[in-house]
């Protein structure tokens, strides 16, 4: 819809108190995962190398990684990290690099093709140090032989648009890839005989797999060949005949775990969405409010998600369970949309909208759902409010939220209500984060 025929947004949401708090709580999950406060802690005890400290990174919280590294690694180092546009953090030493996100482009390939041949060149004295978030699969893309750019990126798009889970597309990803699902370990470490490998991961994925987040290109990979023709067959996903070719030979296979050529890299996870729920929590107990944690691997359709907490959250008005007013659902990981519509739109403006439908109205039931990267989907917005007066309002505006739900268009209906919440690039990212508060008070 043209911007000068969109409906304008009547009076605004009339609870100011609720959203206010719940802005609260997004707000504590966010400082909780920042790199600045959740990277410095695991440094001092590191063991520094003999030789060079190369730092290598990709994702959206990278290049704020990168900063925090440099403010307290005591030793010269070195390298470069690769970030979504808009997501750069001046470093003194480390190079930051902007590419596209969450389709791969060239900017991307080349920061792939440059951290492979840094880490080549190092020896056993040597230190890398890896800096995964979430992201990092796009925008560190290394296409594998027989697939171009523009293939990977046709594949790409095929695969965001199915309703796969995020750990059936990072198969996919790393099968299909030069430099993930630990092909750049293996680069970096040369049979154990190149340098020592430490990665540093901010997770944003469902279980806080290492061999999922950024698709793991310094961890070796447990899914197979098979498993990415079975992803791509359920899927309906095309690949270039070349590389399905690839994977039913198993050449396109990937470093496995118990791979002795891998022995030389650890692990540390700085930060996973249960450290951003655990803060939400934390906040909601001082405002006088009882937090239940559902949990911070949810996965599965959006709108389907939001019938399942729609029903709990209920189920706390009308039954005072699993707690009782006031108290607040909150819950992270990553929902999925299959896309059959032409609107615009992330999975968390989705999940609202859906969440609305289901509540109709309830007058004790508040909620926000954002994604902690600042970007819900492909718009500029984190997520949306929604409120008791949400289907009224749009109903005065002429909007149908059925509508909008089967055409995928939840950020044309919460910008109309003048309800999507901005924050900005946050630097960090640990997946969805979702608070359902039901106060009885209102």
Not at 64 to 90: D, I, Q
């Amino acid at each position: 819809m043209p911007a000068t025929d969109r409906p304008k947004a009547v009076s605004q949401c009339v609870y100011p108190v609720q959203r206010a708090c719940l802005r609260g709580l997004f707000d504590a999950a966010l400082a909780a995962v920042d790199p600045a406060l959740i990277v410095p802690p695991l440094l001092p005890g590191l063991r520094r190398p003999r030789g060079r400290t190369l730092v290598i990174g990709a994702g959206k919280a990278a290049a704020a990684m990168a900063r925090a590294v440099e403010l307290h690694w005591a030793a010269p180092l070195e390298g470069f990290v690769v970030t979504r546009h808009g997501y750069n953090v001046p470093c003194e030493h480390i190079e930051v690099v902007e590419a596209a996100h969450p389709v791969p482009d060239t900017a991307g390939m080349q920061a792939a093709q440059r951290a492979l041949a840094r880490v080549q060149n190092l020896t056993a004295n040597d230190l890398v140090i890896a800096l995964m978030s979430g992201g990092g699969s796009a925008l560190m893309a290394l296409p594998a032989p027989g697939i171009t750019l523009t293939g990977k990126q046709a594949v790409t798009r095929q695969l965001l648009a199915s309703g796969a889970a995020i750990g059936e597309i990072n198969c996919v990803r790393k099968h299909l890839s030069a430099i993930k699902g630990g092909r750049l370990a293996l680069a970096a470490q040369r049979d154990g005989a190149g340098a020592r490998l430490l990665t540093l991961a901010i997770s944003d994925v469902p279980g806080d797999d290492p061999s999922v987040i950024a698709s793991g290109p310094t961890v070796a990979d447990p899914t197979t060949c098979d498993d990415t023709l079975d992803i791509l067959d359920r899927y309906r996903i095309e690949v270039p005949p070349p590389m399905r070719e690839a994977l039913l030979r198993g050449t396109a296979e990937t470093p496995k775990p118990l791979d002795a050529r891998l022995r030389n890299g650890e692990f540390l996870l700085a930060a996973g969405g249960m450290t951003a729920l655990h803060a939400a929590a934390a906040a909601a107990r001082a405002a006088g409010i009882t937090p239940i944690i559902l949990g911070d691997a949810i996965e599965g359709e959006a709108r389907e998600v939001a019938r399942a907490l729609a029903g709990i959250a209920l189920a706390c008005v009308e039954h005072g369970l699993p707690a009782s007013s006031p108290c607040v659902l909150l819950s992270g990981g990553e929902t999925t949309v299959s896309v059959q519509g032409e609107g615009r739109g992330g999975r968390n403006g989705e999940f609202l909208l859906a969440l609305a439908l289901a509540l109709r109205g309830n007058p004790y039931v508040h909620a926000i759902a954002c994604d902690t990267d600042g970007i819900d989907g492909s718009e500029n917005n984190a997520g949306a409010w929604l409120a008791p007066d949400t289907l009224a309002r749009a109903a005065a505006l002429g909007l149908s939220p059925r509508e909008r739900l089967a055409d995928n268009d939840a950020h044309g209906f919460f910008a109309a209500l003048d309800d999507l919440v901005v924050t900005g690039p946050t630097m960090t990212n640990v997946n969805d984060f979702r608070a359902i508060l039901i106060d009885r008070r209102s």
